[in-house]
């Protein structure tokens, strides 16, 4: 009877992450507000006309069927919430032509060939679509407030390597105004992002409201806290002479090895190897410290 106490176990440390196929079904339930928000919110993009939104079923892809799906050049936009779970939504080019043409008054005619450059008129609209769709992730979520857009790139593999080891869910948006060819958005999320813009969590695992979560360093308390990483491109030795005479516009070359460092304080936490990212010096990871079985590099 006394030891009965101690051998409670914890719920919290019992319960277990969503399965792909309850995170699809749970994403597919909240298809319906999608298409009401976007009909609301296209409405005032488009002059006030209400467009008719379907959205189709929930997919499940790995990253190399993304890149296939979607076109090697697109207006691809990154939304996040204050958690930082992300959204990713795609539209072509076809379908930025079209809804350009709408907002300025046009029919919304398809354009006979594949354009290959956008008009800055397209760049416009394609800004205050980012808005709209922030606006409609708001209520299909569940959120306090539209989720912002924190990156736009015509190439997917910025915000997706077509080497990534990630799960996705995919739904696609048809979007018709007037009976006229519809367009579509490709809404696509990590199934790790679904399960916490979804929160499939049994009742029992939530939370008590602001003691954050313990098991998930991604959620609050912890997600926002700033820590300051090292990348140790090189190591030398100099003699004490040739430091005493050292003088501004001096040279020390630097011999950066093929594996770098990735620091947390004293503590390697990673190593990769040194490279260029938008004409930046960047880091491609291809070891993490506590996953012996990292496989590939990831950025």
């Not at 979560?213 to 190591?235: C, G, H, Q, S």
């Amino acid at each position: 009877m006394a030891a009965r106490p101690l051998a409670r176990h914890s719920e919290r440390l019992a319960a277990r992450p969503p399965e792909a196929g309850e995170l699809a079904k749970a994403l597919a339930a909240r298809l319906s507000a999608l298409e009401a928000a976007l009909a609301d919110e296209l409405a005032d993009l488009l002059g006030g006309t209400r467009a008719v939104v379907t959205c189709g079923k929930v997919d499940r892809a790995n990253a190399a069927k993304l890149h296939k799906v979607i076109d090697a050049v697109a207006a691809n936009f990154r939304l996040a919430n204050d958690d930082g779970a992300q959204v990713l939504a795609s539209i072509d080019y076809h379908g930025a032509l079209v809804l350009t043409d709408r907002v300025f008054g046009g029919a919304g005619e398809w354009p006979a060939a594949r354009p290959v450059r956008l008009p800055a008129s397209v760049n416009l609209t394609l800004q205050r679509m980012g808005d709209v769709l922030g606006k409609a992730l708001a209520p299909t979520f569940d959120l306090s407030a539209a989720m912002p857009v924190t990156a736009r790139s015509d190439v997917l593999g910025k915000f997706i390597r077509a080497r990534d080891a990630s799960n996705f869910l995919t739904v696609r948006a048809d979007i018709a105004v007037d009976n006229a060819k519809p367009w579509s958005v490709l809404l696509v999320l990590r199934e790790a992002d679904a399960a916490r813009l979804l929160d499939e969590r049994q009742p029992s695992t939530r939370p008590t409201a602001g003691a954050g979560d313990r098991r998930r360093p991604d959620a609050k308390p912890f997600a926002a806290i700033p820590l300051e990483l090292t990348a140790v491109l090189a190591r030398m030795d100099v003699p004490v002479s040739r430091i005493s005479d050292l003088r501004p516009g001096d040279t020390i070359p630097l011999a950066i090895g093929r594996s770098v460092a990735l620091k947390l304080a004293d503590t390697e936490i990673a190593r990769g190897e040194v490279g260029a990212s938008d004409g930046a010096l960047a880091l491609r990871l291809t070891t993490i410290a506590w996953n012996s079985l990292s496989k590939g590099p990831e950025q």
